[in-house]
Every structure is written in structure tokens, then in C-alpha cells.
């Protein structure tokens, strides 16, 4: 696409402010020539390269709504304040990546009043103090990613920061960092962390070469909560421990999924058998005092069968009687009737 360059400050939609006449498209490479170019419309140009030439160069708006541009931005080489300049009450959304340029003081945004600046990604430039993105107002800065930058090793070198912060009073906000190659660091100034789920890093260079990447852990590295967890079991660098209780496979019937694998027990008569056994003798039964109805437990007819053969019985002519272990009082009775000297003894109760 073709190089746009600017001949007077004014609109950006004004075509009179461009050499060729035209508007600048997508995909294309715009210069200001040491021009201001108000932001008047939203640009939607993620193609196209927002750079300029001379000691001022800028693209600004200073409206009270809400502007936006998607597009890319290097501050070339220019050296006063930024190349993306807000100067008023509204906001101004950069959606795209903004580097500082190879001139002194080369800034890719500049924030200068009261109202919100916003950037996807910003990196320092080349030039010195070429920060990627600098905080000079009570405004509100917020950039999703800040990359650091330096050439050398950082000692002979000096590196320019994502982001400057000059307001100390002033908060700049970042869910992303990444340090120069060499270490230089992303941020210099006030500056806070703005949690954003699955959207929270740091990217650090290490000694050996290549980077490591430390992700928030409240935010794609979430944690299970602790009734998911093995009883016992301590993780989240120490924070949480687990409270869930795991039978052993030995205790689940065969089959069923358990822990990491399933059930081994298997219920048999043999088994049932000698769990009752246990059971029953391991547990002391009171004497009954009365004759059971016909639908007591099982253990209640067991223990009147106990007593039934184990105590005195005092039988008569008029009937039978079931004495309790101290014979000092009755558990039941039954009567005996005569029918033509057939004897029949009724039910104890």
C-alpha cells in the first residue's frame, strides 16, 4: 500500500491534510510531518502504520467521547511528548501494538489530561528515553500488555521502559508484563496490576536464554477446591488443604470407580456370615421383659428365644409361666385349656 504523509495539522478525515489527496487507508503507512493530526473519526486499520518525521509529529484527540483506532503506531523519530496524544476529558482506545521510536524522548503514547488513555500493547524504542507509553497527567492509563526494551546487555546500555509513570499521585494499570531480553523492566512508576480472568502474566528472561512466563493463579490456573482434594493432601504453595475422604479400593464393591481405579470388595454369603457373627456376639443384649409381638425385630425374637429356653418355667394345670433370669418377676404367660383331656396351651403373651 501506498506512504501517506502529512502537509498541514488538521482532521484526520480531511483530505486536504494528506499528500495524496486522499483519506488514508488500510494498509497503509502514514506519516505526520511534524504535524498535528486530530483524531476526529474511529479508525478501524489494524494494517495500517502510524509513524512521523520531525521534532512533533502526533496523531491527538482531545474530544470529551470516546474515540477509538486500531491500527499499529511507531513514534519514528520525533521527540516531543507522544505520537498517540491524548489531551482531553474523553477516552481514546488504542486497539493494536505501540512502540516508542528511535528519537529522544520519542514516547508511542502520551497521556496529558483528565481523561483515559488505553493501549493493547506498548514497547519502548531505541531511542533514549523512548518509552512505549508515558503517564503525565491525572488521566487514567490502562495497557494490557507493557513490554520492557534495551540493546546491550543493560549495563552499557541504558533501556526504555513500556511504561513511564511521572505522576506519583496517579495510577497506571497493566494485566501484562514482560521484561526487555536483557532485563530491563517493563514499568517504571506507579503502576497496579488489573486482574483480568485467564489474562494476568509476567514474562521474565532467564540467564540460560529464552523466558519464563509466571500466569496469575486466581485467574488460568485455577485451583480446585479443597473438598475435591485428598484429605491431608497441601497444595497452593501451601495455602489450602484437602478435606475429601478416599475409601480404600478395598472398601468399595467390585466395579465402582474409587480414587484412580475401582472397587475390589466382593460381597459373598461367607462374608455376610461372619460380619453377623461379629456382630451378634459382639454386642451385649439386654433380657427381655416382655413377649415379643409377631412383628419385633429379629433381634428381639432372638432374645426371647434365649430366655424362652435358658430360664425357669412354671407349668400347671392352668397354664405355663416364663420367669425373668432373677426370678423375681414374670416375662410372660400362657394359658392351658382341657378338652375332653386334650390339653392345649395358648400363646405366650
Known sequence: MATITSVKSGNWSDPTVWN??????????????NHTITLDVDITQPNTLL???????????????????????NAGTHVVSGLIY?????????????????????????????????VTTVTGG???????????????????????????????????????????????????????????PPVFGRTYFEQSAGNNSCRLPLVAGGSLTVTDDGSSLDHPAIGDVRAGTVYKNGDLT????????????????????????????AAVGAQLETAIGATARPEPVAVPAANASFAAKLDWLYAFF???????????TLRNDADTADIGTAAMSDAAGTFTQGKWQ
Open 20 to 33: 495524496s489527496g486522499t483519506v488514508p487507508v488500510d494498509g497503509d503507512t502514514v506519516v505526520s510531518a
Open 51 to 73: 509513524t512521523s518525521t520531525g521534532s512533533s509529529g502526533r496523531y491527538r484527540y482531545d474530544g470529551t467521547g470516546t474515540r477509538t483506532v486500531a491500527a499499529r503506531a
Open 242 to 269: 484437602g478435606t475429601c475422604h478416599v475409601p480404600p479400593a478395598g472398601s468399595v464393591a467390585l466395579g465402582v470407580a474409587v480414587d484412580a481405579g475401582v472397587g475390589t470388595a466382593v460381597l459373598t454369603a
Open 310 to 320: 435358658r430360664n425357669k418355667r412354671v407349668v400347671d394345670i392352668d397354664g405355663a
Open 126 to 184: 531505541s531511542g533514549n528515553n523512548a518509552h512505549g507509553a508515558y503517564n503525565n497527567s491525572t488521566g487514567t492509563l490502562t495497557v494490557d500488555l507493557a513490554v520492557g526494551n534495551n540493546y546491550g546487555d543493560g549495563v552499557t546500555t541504558y533501556g526504555t521502559y513500556g511504561i513511564y509513570n511521572a505522576v506519583s499521585s496517579n495510577k497506571v494499570t497493566v494485566r501484562k508484563l514482560q521484561f526487555g531480553s536483557h532485563g530491563f
Open 86 to 118: 491524548n489531551s482531553g476529558a474523553g477516552t481514546l482506545v488504542f486497539v493494536g501494538t505501540m512502540a516508542g521510536g528511535s528519537g529522544a524522548n520519542a514516547y508511542g503514547a502520551y497521556n496529558n489530561a483528565t481523561g483515559t488513555l488505553t
